[in-house]
């Protein structure tokens, strides 16, 4: 059954996404630096606005380096604290490869919870090499778009990478309606959305009707 992942900033999104039908939230801050650490407290508005699952960022710095990981160690241990289960984190080297260790240093505040490995892999320097070592970190999902570029440059990639499963592949990154039918032929069945379902743009909330033409696509 493919799902709908949407990015939700705050409770309002949240329960636009899930009056849409979207299957799972990504909780993020700051979209202005592609998503960073959400607080606590926008944690538990959301958790309490709505029954859907969410995936919390664990990222503190633009790019894909930690700023401080010993920070982002605190941080999840209070965001599971607080009630959270999933959560969404990657990185890369100097060399823009994946940086195993310190994904796992964070990864193992997280023992027992699912998690996506995020967009890194896309602005690494061999997404197939980074996908075999993606494989080994623990994760149960991949956030990619195939290239750096986006989805419209990395379907080819995708329809490989899907192929190359467990984890799941979650598309996202410039992900249009139009990509949907090709991504479902070719075993896609995760979706992940943030500015499309915002007429607005970043600076407007999520539109429960645009989430749910989008799940109507996935049927």
Same mark, same amino acid.
């Given at each position: 059954?493919?799902?709908?992942?949407?990015?939700?900033?705050?409770?309002?999104?949240?329960?636009?996404?899930?009056?849409?039908?979207?299957?799972?939230?990504?909780?993020?801050?700051?979209?202005?630096?592609?998503?960073? %650490?959400?607080?606590?407290? %926008?944690?538990?508005?959301?958790?309490?606005?709505?029954?859907?699952?969410?995936?919390?960022?664990?990222?503190?710095?633009?790019?894909?380096?930690?700023?401080?990981?010993?920070?982002?160690?605190?941080?999840?241990?209070?965001?599971?604290?607080?009630?959270?289960?999933?959560?969404?984190?990657?990185?890369?080297?100097?060399?823009?490869?994946?940086?195993?260790?310190?994904?796992?240093?964070?990864?193992?505040?997280?023992?027992?919870?699912?998690?996506?490995?995020?967009?890194?892999?896309?602005?690494?320097?061999?997404?197939?090499?980074?996908?075999?070592?993606?494989?080994?970190?623990?994760?149960?999902?991949?956030?990619?778009?195939?290239?750096?570029?986006?989805?419209?440059?990395?379907?080819?990639?995708?329809?490989?990478?899907?192929?190359?499963?467990?984890?799941?592949?979650?598309?996202?990154?410039?992900?249009?309606?139009?990509?949907?039918?090709?991504?479902?032929?070719?075993?896609? %069945?995760?979706?992940?959305?943030?500015?499309?379902?915002?007429?607005?743009?970043?600076?407007?909330?999520?539109?429960?009707?645009?989430?749910?033409?989008?799940?109507?696509?996935?049927?």
């Amino acid at each position: 059954m493919p799902i709908l992942e949407v990015i939700a900033l705050d409770a309002r999104d949240a329960e636009a996404a899930q009056a849409g039908g979207a299957h799972r939230l990504e909780l993020v801050a700051d979209m202005a630096s592609d998503g960073l %650490t959400p607080s606590i407290a %926008t944690f538990r508005e959301v958790r309490g606005a709505v029954d859907l699952p969410i995936r919390v960022m664990l990222r503190d710095a633009a790019g894909f380096a930690p700023g401080n990981l010993k920070e982002l160690r605190r941080q999840a241990r209070d965001l599971r604290e607080a009630g959270a289960t999933e959560f969404v984190l990657g990185f890369l080297d100097a060399g823009n490869e994946i940086d195993e260790g310190v994904t796992l240093n964070l990864a193992a505040e997280l023992e027992g919870a699912a998690w996506t490995f995020h967009r890194a892999l896309d602005n690494s320097n061999d997404v197939f090499r980074s996908w075999a070592v993606v494989q080994g970190l623990g994760c149960d999902t991949v956030l990619a778009a195939g290239s750096a570029k986006g989805v419209e440059d990395g379907l080819g990639n995708l329809k490989k990478l899907v192929a190359q499963a467990p984890p799941a592949l979650l598309v996202g990154g410039g992900l249009q309606q139009r990509h949907v039918a090709e991504l479902l032929a070719a075993g896609v %069945t995760g979706f992940h959305v943030g500015s499309a379902v915002r007429p607005g743009g970043w600076g407007g909330p999520v539109d429960s009707a645009s989430v749910r033409e989008w799940v109507d696509r996935l049927v």
